[in-house]
C-alpha cells in the first residue's frame, strides 16, 4: 500500500535574502515572511499494513 506525506518545513534565508531550501529536493515555497520561508514537500511512503479495525463494529448485523 502507498501512502502520501505533505510535510511543512520552515527555513531561515540566506544572507543575500535567498530563501534556504530544505533538504531534499521537490519542494515548493508556499510563503515568505521576514527572512524565512514555508516549504510545502509531498513525498510517497510505503505503509506496511492497514490499521486494525475497531473492536465490536459490525457489517449490518444485527446482534443479540
Known amino acids: 500500500m502507498i501512502a502520501f506525506a505533505i510535510e511543512h518545513v520552515v ?3 540566506d544572507p543575500f535574502g ?3 531550501p530544505p533538504d531534499g ?3 515548493i515555497v ?3 515572511n521576514n527572512g524565512f ?3 510545502r514537500r509531498i ?3 510505503h505503509a506496511s499494513a492497514l490499521p486494525p479495525a475497531p473492536r465490536g463494529s459490525s457489517l449490518g448485523g444485527s446482534e443479540t
Open 11 to 13: 527555513t531561515a534565508d
Open 18 to 20: 535567498e530563501p534556504w
Open 25 to 27: 529536493s521537490c519542494s
Open 43 to 45: 513525498s510517497q511512503t
Open 37 to 39: 520561508t514555508l516549504w
Open 30 to 32: 508556499r510563503r515568505t
